[in-house]
């Protein structure tokens, strides 16, 4: 909305942003209600160790998150990592009410890394990186030590 109360010419469209312990509940912007909702990690390592805390954030997910659409269709994405048992992942992805799909971050560990985790290529060029990252450089030479070595 504009100041003066009239709506910004759109295409019907509003993406906005929330907080998963905000005001959800009866969201909307102008006359418009969300259709898809997006979930990103909304778990810490703290709170998928607690059970009271991994309940807490289903149930603002079922009362709240699951009935914003005002349609009575609503599409909602989350995307969440695995921190421990019975955390909210393994919670959603128990429950029969959600389509989950896994992909794991890392299909197979570089050789390197398993046989030589301390001083092989890989832990070279972590040291590079991480260097240039503290001193707030470029990755000029770390990307130049991985591409010598890619093979």
Known sequence: MKDDGTEFATSRSVITTRGITSGIRGL?????????V??????????????????????IIKRDIMNLSSKGK???LMTSTPICPEDLCE???????????????VIEWPTDIVKHPDNG?????FKMFDGELAE????SKSLDFYKKNRA
Request: aromatic share 6%.
């Open 28 to 36: 909307k912007v102008g006359k418009l209600r969300p259709d898809t």
């Open 38 to 59: 997006i979930l990103d990690d909304l778990q810490s390592s703290e709170t998928a160790a607690n059970i009271e805390q991994v309940e807490k954030i289903s149930d």
């Open 74 to 76: 609503l599409a909602v």
């Open 91 to 105: 919670k959603i992805e128990h429950d029969i009410s959600w389509k989950t799909t896994k992909y794991p971050a």
């Open 121 to 125: 290529l890989w832990a070279q060029y």
């Open 136 to 139: 707030d450089l470029p990755h």
